[in-house]
């Protein structure tokens, strides 16, 4: 299931952290999957943010590492 959800800054996209390992990034406008991000750690995410330009997403898992993608 999914236990995060975190909007990028412009509004335009939503990113969501589940805990199968994948990390989601919805298009708001379209309602649809853009992209889905596997997790290197395959422990489950727990949580994503945004950085500030909008950029970058960064996605913490539950083996304790964090992972970016661009």
């Keep these: 299931g999914v ?3 975190t909007f990028s800054a412009d509004g335009k996209s939503l990113a969501a952290a589940d805990n199968d390992g994948s990390t989601y990034l ?6 649809g999957i853009t992209a889905t991000f596997a ?7 727990n ?10 997403l960064a996605a913490a898992d539950n ?8």
């Design 63 to 70: 083996d304790g590492r964090t992972y970016l993608w661009k």
């Design 39 to 45: 997790d290197p750690g395959r422990q489950g995410v």
């Design 26 to 31: 919805w298009d708001i406008k379209t309602d």
């Design 3 to 5: 236990d995060w959800v």
């Design 47 to 56: 949580s994503v943010s945004f950085s500030p330009d909008g950029g970058t």
